[in-house]
Nanobody, 127 residues
Framework: QVQLVESGGGLVQPGGSLRLSCAASGFPLNYYDIGWFRQAPGKEREGVSCISRDGDSIYYIDSVKGRFTISRDNAKATVYLQMNSLKPEDTAVYYC????????????????????WGQGTQVTVSS
């Protein structure tokens, strides 16, 4: 059974940092691309970052480039999202997701391209 569990969220002041973790079980993480998404109240879920199964291809939305870093440790079956210089507009529930479809030609920021999701972790950036 595919399971993803996010952790590391919390309340942080603007300019602060958080490191999110996504622990995977029930499937071989190293075979799959993983995405991080977020959803703020009243807004649609949006893709934040994506990392390929081997870690060689990484994608970020423009608003987090230079501030967020995605990484993965396949031996630990965990994907990370290091978030620095956090802004109030980063406030959202953050989700990790795994894509369980063939092919590499897809929109890395489209949540409908991903098949299995964690329960999410709340990130609040406020003074």
């Amino acid at each position: 059974q595919v399971q993803l569990v996010e952790s590391g969220g919390g309340l942080v002041q603007p300019g602060g940092s958080l490191r999110l973790s996504c622990a995977a079980s029930g499937f071989p993480l190293n075979y799959y691309d993983i995405g991080w998404f977020r959803q703020a109240p009243g807004k649609e879920r949006e893709g934040v970052s994506c990392i390929s199964r081997d870690g060689d291809s990484i994608y970020y939305i423009d608003s987090v480039k230079g501030r967020f870093t995605i990484s993965r440790d396949n031996a630990k079956a965990t994907v990370y999202l290091q978030m620095n210089s956090l802004k109030p507009e980063d406030t959202a529930v953050y989700y990790c997701a795994v894509r369980d479809q063939p092919g590499d030609a897809y929109d890395r920021f489209n949540p409908y391209e991903f098949d299995h999701w964690g329960q999410g972790t709340q990130v609040t950036v406020s003074s």
